[in-house]
T-cell receptor, first 114, second 113 residues
Framework: NAGVTQTPKFQVLKTGQSMTLQCAQDMNHEYMSWYRQDPGMGLRLIHYSVGAGITDQGEVPNGYNVSRSTTEDFPLRLLSAAPSQTSVYFC?????????????FGPGTRLTVT | AQSVSQHNHHVILSEAASLELGCNYSYGGTVNLFWYVQYPGQHLQLLLKYFSGDPLVKGIKGFEAEFIKSKFSFNLRKPSVQWSDTAEYFCAVKNGGGNKLTFGTGTQLKVEL
């Protein structure tokens, strides 16, 4: 299994541009999440999904959209990039069920908005 | 709202020193607790987790953590650190359904030879 994969690894955008960060998992996990990591602030939840067709907002959703058309994919869209969105973005997935809530993280996308 | 506090932001230790990183959370109900590690340039990996049962949890690479419900704490320990333990460590809490984790701000650990 490849686990959780993210593309691209690095991206530079100009203010106002849009782009989509890709995330895919091959573990048949129902739950998927997007976090951003900023120095001194840890990881903050942007959006999450509990299954195909179901998404919800996390702690910092403004400026981001998500969709979940398949179990495997959970893209994150930046509609109009702003310098405040400069960050490292991590996608994570986890299985459903009552026992295992361990989240498996992707390698991250480092985004710079100028 | 749920919050997680990691009071040690930067820790520098010599090899073979003992490590304890603090983690406190705010939620008073049933929680699931995690410690994740992020080695330089890598993604987050699970060190250990607590769901129920024995409050002393053992993880990978010799790490352990103790859940003390009365203190809302889940401190990470290792008796003797190695240079390869240099990394950032995150405490995380899950309460309720779903898979939403609340992370602490992280602790940067540097182990010197």
């Amino acid at each position: 299994n490849a686990g959780v994969t993210q593309t691209p690894k690095f991206q530079v955008l100009k203010t106002g541009q849009s782009m989509t960060l890709q995330c895919a998992q091959d573990m048949n996990h129902e739950y998927m999440s997007w976090y951003r990591q900023d120095p001194g602030m840890g990881l903050r939840l942007i959006h999450y999904s509990v299954g195909a067709g179901i998404t919800d907002q996390g702690e910092v959703p403004n400026g981001y959209n998500v969709s979940r058309s398949t179990t495997e994919d959970f893209p994150l869209r930046l509609l109009s990039a702003a310098p405040s969105q400069t960050s490292v973005y991590f996608c994570a997935s986890s299985p459903s069920g009552t026992e295992s809530y361990e989240q498996y993280f992707g390698p991250g996308t480092r985004l710079t908005v100028t | 709202a749920q919050s997680v506090s990691q009071h040690n932001h930067h820790v520098i230790l010599s090899e073979a020193a003992s490590l304890e990183l603090g983690c406190n959370y705010s939620y008073g109900g049933t929680v699931n607790l995690f410690w994740y590690v992020q080695y330089p340039g890598q993604h987050l990996q699970l060190l250990l987790k607590y769901f129920s049962g024995d409050p002393l949890v053992k993880g990978i690479k010799g790490f352990e953590a103790e859940f003390i419900k009365s203190k809302f704490s889940f401190n990470l320990r290792k008796p003797s650190v190695q240079w390869s333990d240099t990394a950032e460590y995150f405490c995380a809490v899950k309460n309720g359904g779903g898979n939403k984790l609340t992370f602490g701000t992280g602790t940067q650990l540097k182990v010197e030879l």
